[in-house]
Antibody, heavy 120, light 107 residues
């Protein structure tokens, strides 16, 4: 059974860099049938797509975050990662990793989410 | 970026009611739209993709329709477990964009 699990610090100081990892179990991250993505949700607000990566390393980022975000993949560990630098309070959110089908496109499996708070 | 406008932002309904949620895209997106259900403290769950195809395991009381710019999610007979927030997501092009959400509450 496919599972995605986010891991990383729950508290980040302003101006620092957030690093989160999503570990995939039950499926290979190297499949050509899927992308892997990050989505976030500030408290009591809606969902925001952050970016997506293919196993080959091809990425797509939200332009609103593009200057601060890097998504990478480690096929040997069956993981993909998110780095978001220059964190501010506005980046406080639950961060979800998810699998995205190539065709037909949809986020069909999600991690449980990781709450990240930005505070000194 | 394509803007997705959902309406209403919230609604109150009773068990057994028929519920309709709409999503409008700022430009044509063919049928590249998904609907997701989110319960408090949980990750979103895929309900419908391709505007009208039910994801495996999703009850048949959920249905989706539309193409181009106007889309609808319908719950034919609202059940207690359906009280949640619903989001649309356009899959047509990058950046992917979600609607603002519709919270379905108990009347």
């Amino acid at each position: 059974q496919l599972q995605l699990q986010e891991s990383g610090p729950g508290l980040v100081k302003p101006s620092e860099t957030l690093s989160l990892t999503c570990t995939v179990s039950g499926a290979s991250i190297s499949s050509s049938s899927y992308y892997w993505g990050w989505i976030r949700q500030p408290p009591e607000k809606g969902l925001e797509w952050i970016g997506t990566i293919f196993y080959s390393g091809t990425t797509h980022y939200n332009p609103s975050l593009k200057s601060r975000v890097t998504i990478s993949v480690d096929t040997s560990k069956n993981q993909f990662s998110l780095k978001l630098n220059s964190m501010t309070a506005a980046d406080t959110a639950v961060y979800y990793c998810a699998r995205r089908r190539v065709r037909p496109e949809a986020f069909d499996y999600w991690g449980q989410g990781a709450l990240v708070t930005v505070s000194s | 970026a394509i803007q997705m406008t959902q309406s209403p932002s919230s609604l109150s309904a009773s068990v057994g009611d028929r519920v309709t949620i709409t999503c409008r895209a700022s430009q044509g997106i063919k049928n590249d739209l998904g609907w997701y259900q989110q319960k408090p403290g949980k990750a979103p769950k895929l309900l419908i993709f391709g505007a009208s195809t039910l994801q495996s395991g999703v009850p048949s009381r959920f249905s989706g329709s539309g193409s181009g710019t106007d889309f609808t999610l319908t719950i034919s007979s609202l059940q207690p477990e359906d009280f949640a927030t619903y989001y649309c997501l356009q899959d047509y092009n990058y950046p992917l964009t979600f609607g603002g959400g519709t919270k379905v509450e108990i009347k």
